[in-house]
């Protein structure tokens, strides 16, 4: 399942420079994750290191964007390859 970022977001910028697959950029006035991108971090960490480092607490799972692991890590090798 994707991640997205909700309104609590303070626009710190703690959560892009983290994020493996890019998928994170600044948005008005918010930050936005973009679900064809995110991976929660499968293929490249244990766990999704943008929820790690976010200070607001703000970064939860995406309900429109339900992914099984399986499904993250294809989607991670055709980012990467």
Same mark, same amino acid.
């Given at each position: 399942?994707?991640?997205?970022?909700?309104?609590?977001?303070?626009?710190?910028?703690?959560?892009?420079?983290?994020?493996?697959?890019?998928?994170?950029?600044?948005? !008005?006035?918010?930050? %936005?994750? !973009?679900?064809? *991108?995110?991976?929660?971090? %499968?293929?490249?960490?244990?766990?999704?290191?943008?929820?790690? %480092?976010?200070?607001? !607490?703000?970064? %939860?799972?995406?309900?429109?964007? *339900? +992914?099984?692991? +399986?499904?993250?890590? +294809?989607?991670?090798?055709?980012?990467?390859?």
């Amino acid at each position: 399942m994707a991640l997205m970022i909700n309104d609590d977001c303070t626009a710190c910028d703690a959560c892009k420079p983290v994020c493996p697959n890019e998928a994170i950029s600044a948005g !008005d006035p918010t930050y %936005v994750i !973009d679900p064809a *991108r995110c991976t929660e971090c %499968v293929g490249a960490e244990d766990e999704p290191q943008c929820v790690l %480092v976010c200070p607001a !607490d703000c970064i %939860v799972p995406n309900p429109d964007f *339900r +992914e099984t692991p +399986e499904q993250l890590m +294809e989607k991670y090798l055709s980012l990467h390859g």
